[in-house]
């Protein structure tokens, strides 16, 4: 089978195709075939060695696939031919991958592959990033930075479902007709967002900011929240760490709270298949519909993760494996 390889710690660049031998499902595993594979931020970490996981060269990247299922254990509800979405971790931009029946999620038959392959890393990132550790209500108002990327977008839809009222902030007039696309009711630029969001709150503020991006728009998210607001901590796609001066949240009562989600799913055994079932509601409710934006053969996969370090994407960035 073909897979995508990173083989040395260069970046984008340093990932080529190759063929390795087709899997074996050991027990209790889905084999599946892959037709599409999701791009993140974590796949660009990689291919620097920046990552918190960092295995021996030379590895697969990939964490999130669409596809059809070869083989499955006879008690996991999934069976060969059936559509799949699925987490895998490691190992996803191939012809080929093996998961855990806890991880993949049958496909409706109105998403295509692609759709799928957007669906695990972000929307289960953001389905515990904002009813977990956000405690978000119907009420609401969510400040989303990033908004046309694929955590963006996720996160609009996953908030929208709920009720809440979502301000995109985008750094482009095509991002942010990306973003009010995805469903946000206002998508603003980054310059001036804070004073932007107090307008359109009447002067309040909001009520959860999702930042993905840190930098130096780190403050003024803390300015943009009302009292007992939430900044809900993604990563770091800026590259810059912020810190945090914590009178700034003494003095207004908020809170900056961290969202690690694969460190807190993992630790749980099922978890992940609890939200698989919150996100088949939305998904039946029509509520969740991935916007993809750059579609890449597999020969062309260091120039798709090279579009995230960019900072191009407009919608999810998607391998088309077969």
């Given at each position: 089978?073909?897979?995508a390889?990173?083989?040395?710690?260069?970046?984008?660049q340093?990932?080529?195709?190759?063929?390795?031998d087709?899997?074996?499902?050991?027990?209790?595993?889905?084999?599946?075939?892959v037709h599409?594979?999701?791009?993140?931020?974590?796949?660009?970490l990689?291919?620097?060695?920046?990552?918190?996981v960092?295995?021996?060269?030379?590895f697969?990247?990939?964490?999130e696939?669409?596809?059809?299922?070869?083989?499955?254990?006879?008690?996991?509800?999934?069976?060969?031919?059936d559509?799949?979405?699925?987490?895998?971790?490691?190992?996803?931009?191939?012809?080929?991958?093996?998961?855990?029946?806890?991880?993949a999620?049958?496909?409706?038959?109105?998403f295509?592959?692609?759709?799928?392959?957007?669906?695990?890393?972000?929307?289960?990132?953001?389905e515990?990033?904002?009813?977990?550790?956000?405690?978000?209500?119907?009420?609401?108002?969510v400040?989303?930075?990033?908004a046309?990327g694929?955590?963006?977008?996720?996160?609009?839809?996953i908030?929208?479902?709920?009720g809440a009222?979502?301000?995109?902030?985008?750094?482009?007039a095509?991002?942010?007709?990306?973003a009010?696309a995805?469903?946000?009711?206002?998508?603003?630029?980054?310059?001036?967002?804070?004073?932007?969001?107090?307008?359109?709150?009447g002067?309040r503020?909001?009520d959860?900011?999702?930042?993905?991006?840190?930098?130096d728009?780190?403050?003024?998210s803390?300015?943009?929240?009302?009292?007992?607001?939430?900044?809900?901590?993604?990563?770091?796609t800026?590259?810059e760490?912020?810190?945090?001066?914590?009178?700034?949240?003494?003095l207004n009562?908020?809170?900056?709270?961290?969202?690690?989600?694969?460190?807190?799913?993992?630790?749980?055994?099922?978890?992940?298949?609890?939200?698989?079932?919150?996100?088949?509601?939305?998904?039946?409710?029509?509520?969740?519909?991935?916007?993809?934006g750059?579609v890449?053969?597999?020969?062309?996969?260091?120039?798709a993760i090279?579009?995230?370090?960019?900072?191009?994407?407009?919608?999810?960035?998607?391998?088309?494996?077969?």
């Amino acid at each position: 089978m073909r897979v995508a390889q990173i083989t040395d710690l260069t970046g984008p660049q340093g990932v080529s195709v190759a063929d390795r031998d087709a899997l074996v499902a050991a027990a209790g595993q889905l084999l599946i075939d892959v037709h599409a594979a999701g791009i993140n931020f974590p796949d660009l970490l990689m291919t620097r060695g920046e990552y918190q996981v960092k295995p021996e060269l030379p590895f697969v990247p990939g964490s999130e696939i669409a596809g059809v299922v070869v083989s499955a254990p006879a008690d996991s509800g999934f069976a060969k031919g059936d559509r799949v979405a699925a987490f895998t971790l490691l190992g996803g931009i191939a012809e080929q991958a093996l998961t855990s029946p806890e991880y993949a999620i049958k496909l409706p038959d109105t998403f295509t592959f692609a759709q799928g392959a957007a669906l695990p890393m972000n929307y289960l990132t953001m389905e515990f990033a904002l009813l977990r550790r956000g405690g978000i209500k119907a009420s609401d108002t969510v400040l989303i930075h990033g908004a046309a990327g694929g955590i963006g977008t996720a996160g609009i839809q996953i908030a929208k479902a709920v009720g809440a009222t979502v301000i995109a902030v985008a750094s482009t007039a095509e991002k942010r007709e990306v973003a009010l696309a995805a469903g946000a009711d206002h998508a603003i630029p980054v310059e001036g967002f804070r004073d932007t969001a107090k307008q359109l709150t009447g002067g309040r503020g909001v009520d959860i900011v999702v930042d993905p991006v840190g930098g130096d728009r780190f403050t003024d998210s803390l300015r943009s929240l009302q009292a007992e607001g939430r900044l809900l901590v993604i990563g770091f796609t800026d590259g810059e760490i912020p810190t945090v001066k914590v009178n700034r949240l003494l003095l207004n009562n908020i809170d900056v709270r961290g969202v690690g989600w694969g460190a807190f799913a993992f630790a749980r055994p099922g978890y992940i298949g609890t939200q698989w079932a919150s996100i088949a509601t939305l998904i039946e409710s029509g509520a969740i519909n991935p916007p993809v934006g750059s579609v890449y053969p597999l020969e062309e996969v260091g120039e798709a993760i090279a579009e995230l370090g960019a900072r191009r994407a407009q919608g999810k960035v998607v391998i088309a494996v077969r």
